[in-house]
């Protein structure tokens, strides 16, 4: 582990373009909202806790006012530490968490339901009957026949489909069945969709603008991200109209302005964009090969397959990682739902007092004394893939204590990388030469390095580890003019701790095993989440 002097963003002797650029990542458990100068270091932030709401036992939502609340309280306050006014802002940048979506009366405005969280499983039993269904099976069978006469990318990424909850695409089918408000309203063309980025757009500019962009789109799993549109098939085979979805712009793109009487001034909207593709903007993920982690609530390894669409045999899923004018660059990603969430879990459960504690508690250890830990609270992503896995301590024993507990679960953060790293480089076929990591739980040290032990490769991680919201700000400051380009952006980023492998892989493999064991006893514990 080797320390680096770096703030967020460099210092640069060069004039500083008038005004600050505004970056706000709408996560999952917080909303944030950075103030930066033209040197990408910063002058102003706030954050809040976003209210999670739980009504059943796998439902995860939103309540779309308090959030709108929550967003103009953040955004003024950010505004306010750094000592400024809202007419010196240059531009407005808008990470948001991805697939979370709402649908709302267009006539009125009036949402018909809350925000549906990207970690809500209720449509877990759906998702299974459709996967296993005759009918799926059947369009993976004609779609590999058809991709061997035709080599189509198209029809290769049918022959792998395979719905998740994590999509919205079978979320939404859900409300459909289970919100006849919802189903008459599009019958009558008076239904609006959108994810958390095309609705606070609406509510900025007070309903005169509504559009989403490609990394948000791409996020639904509704996109046909070979065609750059959403997708007529999914549109057919799951009878949802294609126009409730909102029109799609470029990332960095003048969407317009914030009405005058929201903040006391307009300023320009001039990037809208996903936030784990927000995040790989940030880190300057912008060469083929490059390869971050961002440990947030969840942990989202994301590598840039350039103009190329990777087709997956694992599960992983084709993104757009933004779109610039011509410039269109994609992903390939494979996440893990429960990283962030699982620690402040066990927080509430005063197994800690803070955070900061838990590097030093599982230091504090040689092993975690035969604890295993599954993360398991929105089910298990790829490679398992079972949304009715259960979350679970595996192993204690009376001699076990709160540090082994801990460690438990910091191990399993570290697991989980490696399963995701493994199955991202096989899949993908590359290596990378380095890890770039950030979001919250990158700051501690001891699962930085644990990670970089299991994958045997260095890992970098920034002064700032809200990368999402530098994205954001990097996105609709090139729109603006408040940077030139990408060169001058790779020059605002000096890593402030790398982390370099100490021990070998194999060293982990006992302590690996039983917990792969843990998580084999962990699968299908639930049934259906909702009748």
Known sequence: ????????????????????????????????????????????SSAKPVEVLRPQPGWVELNPDSLWTLFVDVVKEAVQVAGIQMHQIAALGLSTQRSTFITWNKKTGKPFHNFISWQDVRAGEL??????????????????????????SQFLL???????????SLRLAWILQHITEVEQAIKEDNCCFGTIDTWLLYKLTKGSVYAT????????????????????????????????????????HNFGSV????????????????????????????????????MGTGSFWDVNTGSKVHTSRKGLYPLVGWKIGKEVIYLAEGNASDTGNAIKWAQSLDLFTSADETSKMAHSLVNSGG???????????????????????????????????????????????KQLYDTITRDVGIEPTSIRADGGVSKNNFVMQMTSDLTNKTISRPAST???????????????????????LKKLIRPDMVFKPQKEPEEYEPAMSNWIKAVQRSL???????P
């Open 213 to 252: 962009e490609y990394s948000n789109a791409s996020s639904t799993g509704f996109f046909d991200p070979t065609k750059m549109q959403w997708s007529m098939f999914l549109s057919k085979l799951l009878s949802i109209p294609v126009s409730i979805f909102p029109p799609v712009q470029d990332t960095s």
């Open 158 to 168: 049918a022959s792998y489909l395979s719905f998740t909850t994590q999509h919205i």
């Open 1 to 44: 582990m080797e320390g680096a002097a770096g703030p967020g963003g460099a210092s640069s002797s060069s004039p500083s373009p008038a005004g600050l650029v505004l970056g706000v990542d709408v996560g999952s458990t917080v909303l944030r909202c950075h103030v930066y100068d033209a040197a990408a270091a910063l002058k102003g």
């Open 127 to 152: 998702t299974k009957i459709w996967n296993r269904s005759f009918l799926m099976k059947t369009v993976r069978g004609i779609s590999s026949l058809l991709h061997f006469f035709t080599r189509s």
């Open 466 to 488: 809200d990368m999402s919201c530098l994205g954001a700000a990097f996105l609709a400051g090139l729109a603006v003019g408040f940077w030139n380009d990408k060169e001058q």
């Open 524 to 530: 299908s514990w639930y049934s259906q989440t909702s």
């Open 371 to 417: 604890v295993c830990f599954v993360p398991s609270f929105s089910g298990l992503q790829i490679p398992v893939n079972d949304p009715y896995a259960c979350t679970s301590f595996m192993g204690i024993t009376p001699s076990t204590t709160k540090n082994h507990l801990v460690r438990a679960m910091l191990e399993s953060i570290a697991f989980r990388n």
């Open 259 to 294: 009405d005058a009487e929201i903040f006391g001034a307009p300023i320009k909207i001039t990037a809208l964009v996903a936030d784990q593709q927000a995040a790989m903007f940030g880190e300057c993920c912008f060469d083929v090969g490059d390869l971050k982690v961002t």
